[in-house]
């Protein structure tokens, strides 16, 4: 299998369990109030693994995209299937080892009375140690510097390499600058909780339906775009999308004519 499939699908699954967490805590949230401090905690873990997950893996789609134009006699060697998916768990790794710390402290503080208590299912209502913030917003401060250089990186170079010929180089170019606007729509997330309270400062009347809005806006929206931008664009995966709708469209046609 192609590496940048297996990349592709590692991203679209990471929007499937990040779509699926969130909306599910939505509706906890707006139905039963307040949840299970446990249950929260196992949600807001799965949440936000995907959520730390889908930036690193836009940047080594990024990378791969930058070897298989620059490097086209290497990249069959250096892409291989097995070290893409040792890729995949180094990028699994490193989100569990940003998420472990706020854990184990929330273990090591909390009274165990909290753990089945109900909260509002917020991170903040989770792990409330003030340092665990700090830690947060430094780790996404420094893998998104990590993620944007690597695509500046890879985009100037593939712009040097397009410059000489060659389609699949604009191609590729073109498809890195796509990842640096699904990135810009994942930051969104980072900003998701100060938008909704300075929304709420202005309109505090209107705090559930602004907490909903937004999180269509700032969550949901920006996931449905991966498959179009890097699924239809794919001339493979336009090819057996279509032969697919033919065949559907030809088999209810066939069956409608049967019928009558």
């Not at 369990?17 to 807001?44: D, G, K, P």
């Not at 109900?118 to 830690?135: D, G, H, Q, S």
């Not at 907490?211 to 700032?218: D, G, N, P, V």
Request: proline share 3%; aromatic share 14%; with cysteine.
């Amino acid at each position: 299998m192609n590496p940048r499939y297996i990349f592709y699908i590692h991203l679209v699954i990471n929007d499937i369990i990040l779509l699926s967490a969130f909306t599910l805590l939505q509706v906890l949230s707006y139905t039963v109030f307040t949840l299970n401090a446990s249950l929260c905690i196992v949600l807001l873990i799965i949440a936000i693994f995907a959520n730390l997950n889908n930036p690193l893996t836009l940047a080594v789609m990024a990378v791969e995209c930058y070897v298989a134009i620059c490097f086209p006699l290497h990249h069959t060697q250096i892409c291989t299937v097995k070290k893409t998916y040792a890729v995949i768990g180094l990028i699994w790794t490193l989100s569990t080892l940003s998420i472990l710390p706020d854990i184990f402290v929330a273990v090591a503080t909390e009274p165990v009375e909290f753990f089945n208590s109900r909260v509002f299912c917020l991170r903040e209502n989770i792990f409330r140690a003030p340092y665990l913030t700090v830690k947060r917003d430094a780790l996404n401060a420094v893998f998104l510097v990590i993620v944007w250089m690597t695509l500046f990186y890879t985009y100037f170079r593939i712009l040097f390499t397009a410059k000489a010929a060659a389609a699949d180089a604009k191609k590729a170019r073109n498809t890195v600058l796509l990842h640096g606007f699904q990135l810009m729509l994942c930051m969104l997330s980072y900003v998701f909780h100060l938008v909704i309270e300075g929304l709420t400062f202005f309109f505090p009347n209107n705090a559930v339906t602004i907490r909903f809005t937004i999180a269509i806006l700032i969550q949901i929206l920006p996931r449905l775009i991966s498959p179009v931008i890097y699924g239809l664009r794919d001339k493979t995966f336009r090819k057996y999308l279509k032969q697919y709708l033919f065949v559907t469209n030809y088999k209810i046609h066939t069956e409608e004519k049967t019928e009558k």
